[in-house]
C-alpha cells in the first residue's frame, strides 16, 4: 500500500433545506491502523443519493443524523487492502458503508456484501446491483405486489431507482408510464427504458391530470412514489380499485422545517380500498443478494439499461447532492476516485 494519507470529505455545516458545497469542506487525515476484527478498503467509486439530504438534516429521520466534522455518510465500492478478518482478503472487491473518503477502515457489519459479479462493471454494485436497483426490485415486488397486465406509474421515472422500477415492470409483465423532467429525460423513459408512455411534468402548459387520464386510461394499479407533493397529488386522483401506493422518496419537497401543504390522499384510500406503505431498504436487507442475483442476471442477458452520470475526483463531492436536485445527472450519480 502505498497511501500515506486518507483525504475525506467531512460535513462542515448543517444545511437548511438542500446541501450545498459550502456544507462539506476536504481534509486530509492519517492512514488509520487496524484493529482486529477490521477491513482495510480503497475506494473506487463513491455513491450520491438523494436520500443524502435526509442523513444531514437536522430533523428527525430514519437514522441519526451525521454529525458536524464527521465524515460524509455514504455507500461505496472498493477493494480491501489490507484485513485483520478472516473472512476478507486483499484484493476482494466490497460494497458498504464506506464514507465519501479515499480509505476506510471498517468492521464487517459495515459491509453489505463481498462483489461476486466480476464479470460486470464495479460501479454497478451503487446502481443497478446496489441500493438503487435492490430498492427497485424489492420495493416493486413486496409492496407493490404486481401482476401482469397492471399499469404501473412511477415518478421520477428516468432516476436511478424510477428506471430500474420501470423496466422490472415490464419484465413481470406490466404497462408502464413514467413521469419526468424534461424532455431528454422523456425520451429516455420511452427509448431506453422501455416506458408505454412517459409524461414531462415540466412541459409548457401540460395538464397533468389529463395527460395521466389519457396514459392511463383503466387507471393506476401500483404507483411508485419518488417525489411526494404535487405531482403525487395528481397520481392519487388516477389510482385504480386496490391500487397499491409504494412511498419510497419524497424528491420534491424542499425542506421539512414547514410541512407542505397540499391535497389529502384518505379519501382515494377509502373509496379506491387502496394501500399506502413506506419502503425503506434497510428493513428489506434479507432479500438482497437475491435480488442482486436476479439484477445481474438481467444485465447480462440486456434486459435491464442502466445509465450512470460518473463525476471524477474527492473534490465533485461537496457540490453533487446539491447537483442531483438541480436535475443535472441523467443516471445514477457516482464520484469516481482514481486507484
Known amino acids: 500500500m ?10 462542515a455545516s448543517r444545511p437548511t433545506g438542500i446541501a450545498q ?18 477491513i482495510l478498503i480503497q475506494n473506487k467509486f463513491l455513491s450520491v443519493e438523494p436520500a443524502m439530504r435526509g442523513w444531514i ?28 478478518n478472516a473472512d476478507y482478503k486483499e484484493g476482494d472487491a466490497v ?40 430498492t427497485a426490485y424489492l420495493g416493486l415486488t413486496r409492496l407493490g405486489r404486481p401482476k ?5 406509474l412511477v415518478s421520477t421515472a428516468a432516476g ?10 415490464n419484465l413481470l409483465g406490466c404497462r408502464t408510464v413514467g413521469i419526468t423532467g424534461g424532455p431528454i429525460k422523456a425520451a429516455l423513459c420511452t427509448d431506453e427504458f422501455g416506458y408505454a408512455a412517459a409524461l414531462d411534468y415540466r412541459q409548457d402548459g401540460l395538464d397533468l391530470d389529463a395527460a395521466l387520464a389519457a396514459a392511463c386510461p383503466d387507471g393506476v394499479d401500483i404507483y411508485f412514489d419518488n417525489t411526494a407533493g404535487a405531482i ?71 434486459n435491464l439499461q442502466y445509465r450512470e452520470d460518473v463525476l471524477d475526483g474527492l473534490e465533485a463531492c461537496p457540490d453533487a447532492i446539491a447537483g442531483l436536485y438541480r436535475g443535472e445527472n441523467l443516471g445514477k450519480r457516482l464520484i469516481r476516485l482514481e486507484p
Request: with cysteine.
Open 21 to 38: 458545497a459550502d456544507n462539506f469542506r476536504i481534509i486530509e487525515a492519517p492512514i488509520p491502523n487496524l484493529e482486529d476484527g477490521q
Open 160 to 169: 436511478s431507482v424510477g428506471s430500474a422500477v420501470g423496466q422490472i415492470a
Open 232 to 302: 403525487s397529488d395528481a397520481a392519487h386522483r388516477h389510482l385504480a380499485l386496490h391500487a397499491r401506493v409504494v412511498l419510497c422518496g419524497t424528491a420534491s419537497i424542499p425542506g421539512w422545517d414547514v410541512w407542505p401543504t397540499g391535497a389529502r390522499v384518505e379519501r382515494h384510500l377509502l373509496v379506491k380500498r387502496a394501500t399506502m406503505a413506506g419502503f425503506l431498504i434497510f428493513d428489506h436487507m434479507d432479500g438482497y443478494g437475491d435480488a442482486v442475483q436476479r439484477l445481474a442476471d438481467w444485465v447480462r442477458a440486456g
Open 148 to 152: 401482469a397486465g397492471e399499469t404501473v
Open 95 to 134: 460494497t458498504g458503508w464506506f464514507g465519501w473518503q479515499e480509505v476506510a477502515a471498517v468492521g464487517a457489519d459495515q459491509i453489505i456484501r463481498r462483489i461476486e459479479e466480476t464479470d460486470l462493471p464495479l460501479s454497478l454494485s451503487l446502481g443497478a446491483l446496489g441500493l438503487n436497483g435492490v
Open 2 to 11: 502505498t497511501l500515506t494519507t486518507n483525504r475525506q470529505v467531512t460535513l
Open 57 to 84: 438534516a437536522d430533523t428527525s429521520n430514519y437514522s441519526p443524523p451525521v454529525a458536524i466534522g464527521a465524515v460524509m455518510r455514504s455507500l461505496a465500492s472498493g477493494h480491501v487492502i489490507a484485513s485483520r
